[in-house]
């Protein structure tokens, strides 16, 4: 059985950082492509960025490029956000998501985390 747990999130002030992890157990984390997504209060959940399993291919929503930063070691079987320049409007809560979806922007996505709730304060 895959686990994903996130950790990381938190209460910050605009302006801020923050790093998300992700950690998987019950199989090695290289088997699939990594993505976090993110909800919104009162908004649909969006995916925020995609990192492949080979080569390490990165995608990144629109309103996140140039300050968001997905990466994985798949020695410690972990995946990150990296979260610079924080908005009001990045307050969401964020979800690791597993998987092996033919287009990683659309899914489907097997294994999901519980999320780990980032709050921006201006």
């Known amino acids: 059985q895959v686990q994903l747990v996130e950790s990381g999130g938190g209460l910050v002030q605009a302006g801020a950082s923050l790093r998300l992890s992700c950690a998987v157990s019950g199989r090695s984390s290289n088997a699939y492509v990594m993505a976090w997504f993110r909800q919104a209060p009162g908004k649909e959940r969006e995916i925020v960025a995609t990192?492949?399993?080979?080569?390490?291919?990165?995608v990144y929503t629109d309103s996140v490029k140039g300050r968001f930063t997905i990466s994985r070691d798949n020695a410690k079987n972990t995946v990150y956000l990296q979260i610079s320049s924080l908005k009001p409007e990045d307050t969401a809560v964020y979800y690791c998501?597993?998987?092996?979806?033919?287009?990683?922007?659309?899914?489907?996505?097997?294994?999901w985390g519980q999320g780990t709730q980032v709050s921006v304060s201006t």
């Open positions: 998501a597993a998987g092996n979806p033919l287009f990683p922007r659309s899914g489907p996505y097997s294994y």
């Open positions: 990192i492949n399993t080979i080569g390490g291919a990165t």
